[in-house]
């Protein structure tokens, strides 16, 4: 797969993410598939951010180390970036004099660096242009050295400036200057993109997000409540924006709890209602799961992921969240835990969440990360056939509702464990949503015979739910298959690797590279997380060389559930938890490492030795 | 009084508050200014929060709620948004209200949620056997703090006017009339109504007694109190060393409450509730190709 990236480094608040938001959207348009990844500190100004934009005419979703260019707007960039630079890169740079020092000229020297100055502020000057058009003079320039069309990026700046004709005027003069510029002692630069791909033309451009929120409000989520809290808050800030269009109740709550309590009461009167934080934020939401459990009430969390512990890496990823999601909060209850990966299954997750808290009448906490939260994604526009909105044993007939009985809400005897539900308001017999425990009406009742069986009718639900909900993903060598079509069959597996969330999409552009693209490498990617299916795991395992688990956290926190539900170790982990989300490269070569020592084993070892011992 | 509706409220599970406890005089006022308004239970949601009267969660008929310690309000609240056309009455005490879920009372005063809270105000944590609240007097010994509790008691009326409400009421356990008539007008106010009723907990409460209440409260409303008056409501409701003012102390019909604020609820005439359904969002992402 042919891959370019460009990278923009300045301080927060130079405008690197508009000038990246630039590109990316009229890279798209030009008919490219676009990877958008930041890295900023928890600060608005100053500090050393970045945007890169790794290209491609394929499908791509992952960030390389390296980078064909580096767009520097100011001296730290030439600073603390220049290492990043391939073979034959371009460093484009804005500041006047700048002398490298001598380990950046040999570098310069051995990779065959192209170094430009770009003079913004000559230009700047004899324009008569304030300095926040620099942005547009360098994405211009930019522009031309990808070799791209003038004309759309006038029609891309000139959608923001439609209504301000003196402001449009000069955007479009700043275009022509930065796009005719030449480096007097480079001459004229071209990087070479490989040949577009049309369809990508019609795309959309969106964040992790985004894709989450389209995806609620396609799931019928009608109240959303939150507090800011990094990388949630881009949820909350992007419902907050549709407000006017969905005519949504928004709240931003005075506290995790509130939000938590507003949803729980949103849903317990009927609507379907959302809310979303992180790490120690979640912590305050975890009373209110236990309460949730309780009144059999469903619920929806998102749990955007950060390094912890405490307020840890605000601006960072990481996937240490699962074993906080599974396990938090007080007693034992049901409850299910699901992880989105990309743009396209934080869309698609959304409904099913929901579907699933209404159909057990449990709480659902759906796991994202900061990688995945602001990562740009270039996205087929999403599939609005395919969802169904399913309410589970929810009860809205006027003539059932008249049938119904007070101990029918939560009747222990129910099938699954879920009785019948519903909602205030309905002409029917009436009952009590009690966190006490409970008899069938929801009057206290704390004997032992109605303990029992009223816990056994909460945690009976766990098992329709594990046995409903779908396997874990397979994909092989970059082709996405059918678990159970596959997985029985075939050869042998050379590795087999294992990851959840943000993982998966790193891996499937590892296996899609030309070193692995014919090699007999698996990857099962874990979307439902608890309950743990492992069955299918199993059965891969006993088929495969070598099995390695890939997580962004420091104890492999899915190789635990899984060694807790089936006995399998997994002892080969590639783990990563310094805050940076898998890079393509460095994934790559920790896949090619125990590629060649399994072929090592092979040649070593006569007889086949298997990874794990299923229990 | 609508005998029929009101036998729709009875249920068969047997109260289990102490004998003399406030409790019983407010539930009852609850029940017959429900009956008054001529609402069926399965017309109204009744949330509880955790204490003694929270134990009153079963004791009614109604779609019920009966949560955590503290967060009652916020959970009326959402259930409310959820659904403006059903009516919403929180209850809290003293101890939940004003220590774990202070956060919570100040965020609905403020944000004028269209719901009604009834504070049940015993003086004191009764159902975890008698210890001191933000609001029992300093220096009163209590279970945990045998020499007096050492904090400022908590201006609890200064706090709520402090805080811009709507509707502020104070009732008496003793008093079922004047209570159903507080309950009624609070129901039917516009955004939030803080109601606090002084109760009785014979247990545990040796200084704000049954007896020490009725000598000294009284109906201001029926003295001519003009709800209207801020300065004077303010005055009445602060002022509770001598005579203790009850009645409808402070209201204010021309605030707008939380949801009549939301400018995209402008104009929609159905509710959250009914709105679940699967929507094309296509139009949202329009700017995103």
């Known amino acids: ?615 | 009084m609508n005998i029929a509706l009101q036998t729709e409220y009875y249920t068969e599970t047997k109260c289990i508050w102490c004998d003399g406890c406030g409790n019983y005089g407010i539930w009852t006022a609850v029940k017959y200014a429900l009956v008054e308004l001529n609402l069926h239970p399965w017309q109204v949601c009744l949330c509880y929060d955790v204490g003694c009267h929270g134990n009153g969660s079963d004791k009614i008929e109604g779609y019920r709620f009966h949560g955590l310690h503290g967060r009652v309000i916020p959970f009326a609240a959402g259930a409310k948004l959820a659904n403006m056309k059903v009516p919403v009455i929180a209850f809290g005490g003293d101890g939940a209200t004003f220590s774990e879920g202070i956060g919570h009372l100040i965020h609905g005063v403020r944000s004028n949620y269209p719901i009604t809270f009834v504070l049940h105000n015993n003086t004191n944590y009764g159902l975890t056997t008698g210890q001191a609240s933000s609001l029992t007097p300093q220096g009163q010994p209590m279970n945990t703090s045998p020499n007096g509790i050492p904090e400022h008691t908590l201006a609890s009326m200064d706090l709520i006017f402090s805080l811009n409400p709507s509707f502020v009421a104070r009732g008496f356990s003793g008093d079922i009339k004047l209570m159903t008539r507080i309950l009624k007008a609070a129901i039917q106010h516009r955004g939030f109504a803080f109601v606090e009723m002084l109760q009785a907990c014979p247990t545990y409460n040796h200084f704000a007694t049954h007896e020490y209440l009725l000598d000294r409260y009284f109906d201001a409303n029926a003295d001519g109190h003009d709800p209207c008056d801020l300065q004077q409501a303010r005055a009445l409701a602060t002022n509770v060393h001598d005579r203790i003012a009850c009645g409808i102390l402070y209201q204010r019909e021309d605030i707008p409450h939380f949801h009549d604020r939301l400018v995209p609820r402008q104009g929609i005439e159905t509710t959250c509730v009914e709105e679940v359904r699967r929507y094309d969002v296509s139009e949202c992402w329009k700017e995103l190709v």
């Open chain 1, 1 to 615: 797969m042919p891959r370019i990236s460009l990278k923009i480094v300045g301080a927060s608040g130079q405008g690197i993410n508009s000038i990246g938001a630039i590109i990316a959207k009229g890279l798209k348009r030009s008919g490219y598939c676009v990877f958008g990844y930041r890295e900023y500190p928890s600060l608005i100004k100053g500090g050393h951010a970045s945007y890169q934009l790794d290209v491609s005419n394929e499908r791509i979703c992952s960030t390389e180390t390296k980078v064909n260019v580096l767009v520097a707007l100011n001296h730290h960039g030439l600073e603390l970036n220049m290492d990043e630079l391939k073979q034959g890169g371009i460093v484009l740079h804005v500041t006047p004099g700048w002398q490298f020092p001598e380990h950046h000229q040999k570098l310069i020297a051995e990779r065959s660096l192209r170094v430009i100055y770009f003079p913004v502020d000559d230009i700047l000057n004899r324009l008569s242009a304030r300095e926040i058009l620099s942005n547009v003079l360098l994405t211009a320039f930019v522009w031309s050295m990808l070799d791209q069309d003038m004309d759309a990026l006038k029609s891309l700046v000139g959608e923001k400036f439609a209504k301000k004709k003196a402001l449009l005027d000069l955007n479009m003069r700043c275009i022509e200057e930065g796009y005719s510029f030449v480096d007097p002692e480079q001459g004229t630069i071209s990087v070479a993109l490989p040949p577009p791909d049309g369809a990508f033309a019609s795309h959309l451009l969106i964040t992790g997000s985004q894709a989450m929120g389209l995806g609620s409000v396609h799931a019928g989520v009608r109240l959303y409540a939150g507090y800011p809290m990094t990388p949630s808050s881009p949820l909350l800030s992007f419902i907050a924006e549709l407000e006017n269009k969905t005519h949504m109740v928004v709240k931003q709550a005075e506290d995790e709890i509130t939000a938590a309590q507003i949803v729980s009461g949103a849903m317990y009167m009927g609507t379907r209602a959302l809310t979303a934080t992180s790490g120690v934020g979640f912590d305050l939401m975890s009373e209110t799961l236990s309460l949730n459990a309780m009144i059999e009430n469903p619920t929806v969390f998102v749990l955007a992921q950060r390094p912890g512990p405490a307020t840890g890496l605000p601006t960072w990823t990481a996937q240490g969240g699962l074993l906080q999601a599974a396990n938090c909060s007080a007693g034992e209850f049901t409850r299910c835990v699901i992880a989105v990966s990309s743009s396209q299954d934080a869309f698609d997750l959304m409904p099913v969440a929901f579907n699933l808290a209404e159909q057990y009448q449990i709480s659902v906490v759906v796991l994202t990360d900061k990688q995945i939260a602001e990562a740009l994604y270039t996205q087929h526009p999403y599939d609005l056939e395919k969802a169904d909105i399913d309410r589970g044993r929810l009860v809205v007939d006027p003539e059932k509702l008249k049938a119904l009985k007070s101990s029918d809400r939560f009747n222990p005897h129910a099938e699954g464990g879920v009785s019948l539900r519903w909602l205030p308001g309905s002409d029917a017999a009436t009952y009590c949503a009690q966190a006490d425990e409970h008899n069938a009406m929801g009057a206290v009742d704390e004997s032992c015979f109605n303990t029992k069986l009223q816990m056994e009718k909460r945690l009976r639900k766990f098992h329709g739910l594990k046995a409903g909900l779908p396997a874990p993903r397979l994909h092989i060598g970059g082709r996405n298959t059918k678990t159970t079509d596959w997985i029985d069959t075939g050869d042998e597996i050379e590795l087999l690797a294992i990851g959840w969330g943000s993982t998966g999409d790193v891996f499937q552009d590892v296996m899609c590279s030309d070193e692995l693209r014919e090699r007999k490498i698996a990857y099962l990617h874990y979307t439902y997380l608890w309950p743990l299916r492992t069955e299918e795991l199993r059965r891969l395992a006993m088929r495969s060389k070598r099995i390695v688990l890939v997580e962004q956290n420091y104890q492999g926190q899915l190789g635990m559930l899984i060694r807790m539900e089936c006995g399998l170790d997994i002892w080969d982990k590639i783990l990563k938890y310094d805050g940076r989300p898998f890079f393509y490269d460095e994934l790559l070569s920790s896949v090619m490492e125990r590629c060649a020592s399994t072929a090592e084993t092979e040649q070593n070892v006569p007889d086949f030795v298997y990874a794990g011992t299923p229990s």
